[in-house]
């Protein structure tokens, strides 16, 4: 009986209990799935916006004016972005949905299955057109049923800046509040926990957005010298699917085969656009991570496999997304809530 209350009064326990603490109100939000998105999103732009908001705040500004004139500043460059680009981004759009007329896919698929047929004599046409078919319509419809989900969904992020304000308005008071209610003897070992867990968020996900934006550069430079129609989107595509582990370069090919195929009525560009997506991928792994990261995702790649699997299990695409830095924070605390029992003298067993 004595072994068992030595036990719970061990530090081992209290770091199974603190990390409980960090991972249980995760989960917990999961379920709640658009506010979950909600909120992650005004958190990775809280954790974007906020050292320009401090810059700003230690040079002499008001937070609040601070956080405002950041949202000024943003919004501006937003706009301009949006007249500059919207047009170019809404001719290319616009051709693409015309790209994908139906009397236009069915002459393609017939000439593409009569070709592959003729490449390979035990296939026939009729049974690769059927399948072609039917990979096209699968692939359409899920398209279409995620968009009209984001769609459906996007009046609601229209709160994200409200979130995302209050966040970094009040950041500092909301971690006082915290650190004011717990006891005195963890006050230290706390403080730090925060200040790690931020430390590596912050950086997670400033170095995240920095590899999308080169990554969809590498892509959209290598569509246009290809010679494939709406080199911008198609890239703009792959930067925002290379998010997902593994499997994201794949999905953000399907666009830029199906492209090419409309455009040149055949797979003669699916080697180079097999190609291109191993070439920058290669980059993003050997040239991009290691710059933009450095040392920050210690990870095992055994591990990073098994984490991303659970994320995908417990929420899908979103929790592959969020695996990693899910993981990240709850190894932090753990380990961190370790070493403070310890050195702080919280406790001795």
């Given at each position: 009986?004595?072994?068992?209350?030595?036990?719970?009064r061990?530090?081992?326990?209290?770091?199974?209990?603190?990390?409980?603490?960090?991972?249980?109100?995760i989960?917990?939000?999961s379920s709640?799935?658009?506010?979950?998105?909600l909120l992650?999103?005004?958190?990775?732009?809280?954790?974007?916006?906020?050292p320009?908001?401090d810059?700003?705040?230690?040079i002499?500004f008001?937070?609040?004016?601070?956080?405002?004139?950041?949202?000024?500043?943003?919004?501006?460059?937003?706009?301009v972005?949006?007249?500059?680009?919207?047009?170019?981004l809404f001719?290319?759009i616009?051709?693409?949905?015309?790209?994908?007329?139906?009397?236009?896919?069915?002459?393609?698929?017939?000439?593409?299955?009569?070709?592959?047929?003729?490449?390979?004599?035990?296939?026939?046409?009729?049974?690769?057109r059927?399948?072609?078919?039917?990979g096209?319509i699968?692939?359409?419809?899920?398209?279409?049923?995620?968009?009209?989900g984001?769609?459906?969904?996007?009046?609601?992020?229209?709160?994200?800046?409200?979130?995302?304000?209050?966040?970094?308005?009040?950041?500092y008071n909301?971690?006082?509040?915290?650190?004011?209610?717990?006891?005195?003897?963890?006050?230290e070992?706390?403080?730090n926990?925060m200040?790690?867990?931020?430390d590596?968020?912050?950086?997670?996900?400033?170095?995240?957005?920095?590899?999308?934006?080169?990554?969809?550069?590498l892509?959209?430079?290598?569509?246009?010298?290809?010679?494939?129609?709406?080199?911008?989107?198609l890239?703009?595509?792959g930067?925002?699917?290379?998010?997902?582990p593994?499997a994201?370069p794949f999905i953000g090919?399907?666009?830029v085969?199906?492209?090419?195929?409309?455009?040149?009525?055949?797979?003669?560009?699916?080697?180079?656009?097999?190609?291109?997506t191993?070439?920058?991928q290669?980059?993003?792994?050997?040239f991009?991570q290691?710059?933009?990261?450095?040392?920050?995702?210690?990870?095992?790649?055994?591990?990073?496999?098994?984490?991303?699997?659970?994320?995908?299990?417990?929420?899908?695409?979103m929790?592959?997304?969020l695996?990693?830095?899910?993981?990240?924070?709850?190894v932090?605390t753990?380990?961190?809530?370790?070493?403070?029992?310890k050195?702080?003298?919280?406790?001795?067993?």
């Amino acid at each position: 009986m004595s072994e068992k209350i030595s036990f719970f009064r061990s530090r081992q326990w209290k770091v199974f209990l603190v990390s409980l603490a960090i991972a249980v109100p995760i989960f917990a939000l999961s379920s709640f799935h658009d506010l979950f998105v909600l909120l992650v999103i005004s958190f990775v732009l809280t954790m974007i916006l906020k050292p320009l908001v401090d810059y700003l705040e230690n040079i002499g500004f008001a937070r609040w004016i601070a956080v405002i004139t950041i949202f000024i500043v943003l919004g501006s460059v937003t706009v301009v972005g949006i007249m500059l680009l919207f047009p170019i981004l809404f001719h290319q759009i616009e051709n693409i949905s015309s790209a994908f007329d139906k009397d236009r896919m069915t002459a393609m698929l017939n000439d593409l299955s009569s070709t592959i047929s003729q490449q390979v004599p035990f296939l026939k046409s009729d049974s690769v057109r059927e399948q072609l078919n039917n990979g096209l319509i699968s692939f359409g419809n899920s398209a279409s049923a995620a968009l009209s989900g984001f769609i459906g969904t996007a009046t609601s992020f229209l709160i994200v800046p409200f979130i995302t304000f209050f966040l970094l308005n009040d950041y500092y008071n909301m971690q006082k509040a915290f650190i004011r209610n717990m006891p005195n003897k963890y006050f230290e070992m706390t403080l730090n926990i925060m200040y790690k867990i931020e430390d590596q968020l912050s950086k997670y996900i400033r170095g995240t957005v920095i590899e999308s934006a080169i990554v969809a550069v590498l892509y959209a430079i290598a569509y246009f010298y290809l010679g494939i129609n709406y080199a911008t989107v198609l890239g703009l595509v792959g930067g925002i699917t290379n998010i997902i582990p593994f499997a994201g370069p794949f999905i953000g090919a399907i666009p830029v085969v199906l492209i090419s195929l409309i455009q040149f009525g055949n797979l003669s560009m699916l080697l180079p656009i097999v190609i291109v997506t191993i070439v920058v991928q290669q980059i993003d792994q050997m040239f991009v991570q290691p710059t933009v990261f450095s040392k920050i995702m210690n990870i095992h790649p055994l591990t990073m496999f098994l984490v991303i699997l659970i994320g995908n299990e417990v929420l899908g695409v979103m929790g592959m997304i969020l695996a990693v830095p899910f993981y990240t924070v709850i190894v932090v605390t753990a380990k961190e809530t370790n070493w403070g029992l310890k050195n702080y003298k919280i406790t001795h067993t």
